[in-house]
């Protein structure tokens, strides 16, 4: 079982704003890092650390982090953001990393 | 622009070795401060962390895993290599490799992203 927890599944209506929390102990040690997935595609790397976003990621995605749970806040989504979306952090045991078991986002 | 890209065979028999290889073009494998890594994707599942290598050789693996994992590196041919042993159809999955970034010891990713590669376990 994952030690990143994740909401299996998430709609948000087209133009609101949706959080996807990642939970886990290690959150309260290390950031996490958020993955974009869509179907038959590689995931890519969306936000890391505090809250940054590589180059060509829309600032209506950020990131947040309390205590031991992270967050993804999508602020006025669109349909291009219905997707699976994974956390992914360094775990408490030492050298060992773990990504979260994902949640799809559905965008209505 | 970094570009990953895996190869290696489609089709594993059970019991078999899996045996991947990343190539690395764009920049270099021995670039100082950053990891290779693989992880794989179960058809309809999740993505799985499976370990990673940095180009002096020092590694990281899944504890899931690491009976039964190596990874490793030619920095010659900026390469890393997957080989994983014993297959079950459990290992069918798509396998991705990656560069993991380290912005200090509190932050980390995989910033950039090979293709990914689909093999199957099957007799």
């Known amino acids: 079982s994952s030690e990143l927890t994740q909401d299996p599944a998430v709609s948000v209506a087209l133009g609101q704003t949706v959080r996807i929390t990642c939970q886990g102990d290690s959150l309260r040690n290390y950031f996490a890092s958020w993955y974009q997935q869509k179907p038959g595609q590689a995931p890519i790397l969306v936000i890391y650390g505090k809250n940054n976003r590589p180059s060509g990621i829309p600032d209506r995605l950020s990131g947040s982090s309390s205590g031991d749970t992270a967050s993804l806040t999508i602020t006025g989504a669109q349909a291009e953001d219905e997707a699976d979306y994974y956390c992914y952090s360094r775990d408490n045991r030492g050298n060992h990393r773990v990504f979260g078991g994902g949640t799809k986002l559905t965008v209505l | 622009q970094l570009q990953l890209q895996e190869s290696g065979p489609g089709l594993v028999k059970p019991s078999e070795t899996l045996s991947l290889t990343c190539t690395v073009s764009g920049g270099s494998i021995s670039s100082s401060g950053f990891y290779w890594g693989w992880i794989r994707q179960p058809p309809g599942k999740g993505l799985e962390w499976i370990g990673h290598?940095?180009?002096?050789?020092?590694?990281y693996y899944s504890p899931s895993l690491e009976s039964r994992v190596t990874v490793s590196v030619d920095t010659s041919k900026n390469q890393f290599s997957l080989k994983l042993s014993s297959v079950t159809a459990a290992d069918t999955a798509v396998y991705y490799c990656?560069?993991?970034?380290?912005?200090?010891?509190?932050?980390?990713?995989?910033?950039?992203w090979g293709q990914g590669i689909l093999v199957t376990v099957s007799s």
């Open positions: 290598i940095y180009y002096s050789g020092s590694t």
């Open positions: 990656a560069r993991r970034s380290v912005t200090n010891l509190w932050i980390e990713y995989f910033d950039y």
